[in-house]
């Protein structure tokens, strides 16, 4: 089955400042990747995806991703954290096991920016 | 604005009390789903229609139930609510399998 590690409870980091928000990911061919984040009481938002092509994935809200097939990762980045970027950050994987693409989300990262 | 709308966004009910919780989207996505968040905990799939087919994930209790009356329109049921049922209920769709999902802000559901 496919999955997806966060290994992060929490990141902290000062406002300007760049962050990385770690995954890796375990499958059986090739990944298809996504990025998510949660606002307080609010849903999921998209925020970038890898399929296929450039390693170096870009998104909303100036985040970007760096997929790196050897050390099976997928981390988020931003050169410049905002105040405003303090939130839950879920990696998911597509999984394919089951013939349907339904997506397994890792636990969870919060990011926390401080002024 | 298009977009997956998701009511109540607070939600009371007894121990044991039926509750229905509704989903309405204006993507005219293909696939609904349904998922059950625990406190910052990842979102658990619970089951999601591709067009008409429902497809239920295989731990999901027989306590929850959906339905899918058309397009627009998901509902989520729970027959008789416990207080392990306690969470935030999140809807998403999606065109495909393939493509992301758009999320809803979802429903807290308490139990009293």
């Known amino acids: 089955a496919q999955s997806v590690a966060q290994p992060e409870d929490q990141v902290n980091v000062a406002e300007g400042n760049p962050l990385t928000v770690k995954c890796t990911y375990s499958?059986?061919?090739?990944?298809?990747l996504f990025w998510y984040v949660q606002y307080p009481n609010r849903g999921l938002q998209f925020l970038l995806k890898?399929?296929?092509?450039?390693?170096l994935v870009k998104g909303s809200y100036g985040f970007e991703a760096e997929f790196n097939k050897s050390q099976t990762s997928f981390h988020l980045k931003k050169p410049s954290a905002l105040v405003s970027d303090s939130a839950l950050y879920f990696c998911?994987?597509?999984?394919?096991?089951?013939?349907?693409?339904?997506?397994?989300f890792g636990t969870g990262t919060r990011l926390l920016v401080s002024p | 604005d298009a977009m997956v709308i998701q009511n109540p966004r607070y939600q009371v009910t007894q121990f044991g009390k039926p509750v229905t919780l509704s989903c309405s989207q204006t993507?005219?996505?293909?696939?609904m789903y349904w998922y059950q968040q625990k406190s910052s905990q990842a979102p658990k799939l619970l089951f999601h229609?591709?067009?008409?087919?429902?497809?239920n994930e295989a731990d999901t209790p027989d306590n929850f139930q959906s339905r899918r009356p058309n397009t627009s329109f998901c509902f989520l049921d729970i027959r008789s609510p416990g207080l392990g049922d306690a969470a935030m209920y999140l809807c998403?769709?999606?065109?495909?399998?393939?493509?992301?999902?758009?999320f809803g802000d979802g429903t807290r559901l308490s139990i009293l």
């Open positions: 998403a769709t999606s065109r495909t399998g393939n493509q992301p999902q758009h």
């Open positions: 499958v059986s061919g090739n990944p298809y």
């Open positions: 890898y399929i296929t092509g450039d390693n």
């Open positions: 998911a994987v597509r999984d394919m096991g089951t013939g349907f693409q339904k997506l397994v």
């Open positions: 993507l005219n996505h293909n696939v």
């Open positions: 229609y591709y067009d008409k087919d429902f497809n």
